[in-house]
């Protein structure tokens, strides 16, 4: 009887709306994501373990990068990220290491100031 309390009190909070997800089960299935920032640039990775290549599709569109995947049937996720001002969309680099998807986003670089030469007429 002490057991069957207990689970209902869990289950009555953690079943609570408040703590439910919108995607139901698939949504405890998206990867987590580590990012950084250098003086470079940005870096992402994600937790993918069991993934191929061929797995993932990664795509930049809008000033947004996504992540998608299709790893079965019914399992799956999608992971949206908007780009900093400062990335460079065209150099955006992607691998696959260990189960983990490395993603590389450069800044574009910052001009250095230069001296004008005044020339007298």
Known sequence: MYT?????????FFGDTFFKRPYG??????PEV????????????MKTPGLEKGDVDIAVEEN?????SNY????????EFELPEDSDQS???????????HILIPKIPTPEPRKIELRSA
């Open 4 to 12: 069957n309390r207990l689970d209902n009190i869990f289950e009555s």
């Open 91 to 101: 150099q955006i680099a992607a691998e696959l290491k260990d189960g983990i998807i």
């Open 72 to 79: 079965s049937d019914t399992e799956g996720f999608k992971r």
């Open 64 to 68: 947004t990068l996504r992540i998608t």
């Open 25 to 30: 089960r698939r949504a405890q299935r998206i």
């Open 34 to 45: 580590n990012v950084y920032q250098s003086e470079n640039g940005y870096e992402l990775e």
